[in-house]
């Protein structure tokens, strides 16, 4: 992109953008995308290439060796751009967005979660599990990235969940209406989106499926600025790290998501010190984060079903 930018304008003696037809234009959009295109191969190719090699013990022990040299640890991040690993989510999305722009927006992923709505994962049923026997106490639901609502009627389809309920959706701004829009083709009046994540506190339950990891702060951290603590917090389908946090990119090909795989100890850690006590936590195999730096964070998917012990103060 630089080159083909320099070489422009030493041609025409001004800046590149200065006395350039449109076809010009067009055809130097191109030159960057194609060159953008080969780059962005390239770096899924290495990164994949990273992983492979990182399988094996004598590979994986190659590469935490790299990962300390201070020499060689640029020389790998320079090759893996995105796939790196970054000191926050927003170094991580500063990266990513001059790769692959589309991150949470992408259409497809509106389209995906719509389609989830109507299918029961296997990692939905320790969800289920645990709530069948409070289901029907439930009346206040927080739903952290909980997109166009698709989880409300997942468990609802085998909870029957009461017809007072109020189930609110917290997502970014942007998907507002398509979470309305999808209630309100469904008949659905129960959902409600919030932009406020106060919104949570002291409700029945909280849940995040498939988001925490979008989130820079521990869960601890987030359910501390609540006046009043939620009373059941389930957390599911989301990569965690069985070594410290470690925040990277998860790649989507069509769009790339930062993300924090937050470290296990810490994270139920935080929890314990607001008073919860883990009732269960289970693996979710249908998916898996690969850090290639990082071949000794086994990048699991997990679920965690925490329930409020103590609150003398906010209960
Ligand atoms: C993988 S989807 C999960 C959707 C749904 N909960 C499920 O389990 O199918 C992740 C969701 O997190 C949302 N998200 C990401 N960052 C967020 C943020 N900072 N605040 C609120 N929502 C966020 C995304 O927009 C997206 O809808």
């Known amino acids: 992109m630089l080159f083909l930018g320099r070489s422009e304008s030493f041609q025409s003696g001004t800046s590149p953008e200065v006395g350039r ?3 010009d234009f067009v055809k130097l959009g191109h030159w960057r995308n194609a060159i953008r295109s080969m780059r962005v191969a390239q770096i899924r190719g290495f990164a994949r290439l990273l992983i492979l090699f990182g399988r094996s013990r004598r590979g994986a022990g190659l590469i935490m060796r790299a990962r300390r040299s201070r020499v060689i640890r640029p020389v790998l991040e320079r090759l893996l751009a995105f796939h790196g690993t970054f000191p926050s989510i927003e170094a991580a999305s500063a990266c990513a967005v ?3 722009p589309e991150s949470h927006d992408h259409p497809k992923q509106m389209s995906l979660h719509s389609e989830f709505a109507q299918v029961t994962r296997e990692s939905d049923y320790p969800v289920l599990f645990f709530l069948a ?9 927080f ?3 909980g997109s166009v609502g698709n989880l409300f009627f997942q468990l609802d389809r085998h909870l029957h969940l009461s017809s007072d309920l109020v189930w609110t959706v917290h997502d970014l701004p942007f ?5 309305v829009e999808f209630a309100r083709s469904r008949d659905e009046g129960r959902l409600r989106f919030s932009d406020e994540f106060s919104s949570a506190s002291g409700v029945d339950l909280f849940i995040v499926a498939g988001a925490i990891h979008f989130f820079e702060p521990t869960l601890g951290t987030l359910l ?3 006046d009043r603590f939620p009373k059941h917090v389930i957390i599911n389908r989301s990569p965690f790290s069985n070594l410290d946090d470690i925040v990277a990119v998860h790649d989507g090909k069509l769009w790339v998501n930062p993300c924090k795989l937050h470290g296990i100890d810490k994270f139920c850690s935080a929890m314990r010190g607001l008073g919860y006590e883990l009732v269960a936590s289970w693996p979710v195999h249908e998916r898996r984060t690969r850090v290639p730096l990082f071949p000794d964070c086994d990048g699991t998917y997990r679920g965690f079903y925490f329930r409020l012990t103590e609150d003398p103060e906010r209960a």
């Open 224 to 226: 501390a600025r609540l």
């Open 21 to 23: 037809s449109g076809g």
């Open 98 to 100: 001059r790769y692959v």
């Open 133 to 141: 026997p409070i289901a029907s106490e439930l009346r206040s639901v």
């Open 143 to 145: 739903d952290l990235g």
């Open 175 to 179: 998907k507002r209406n398509a979470m």
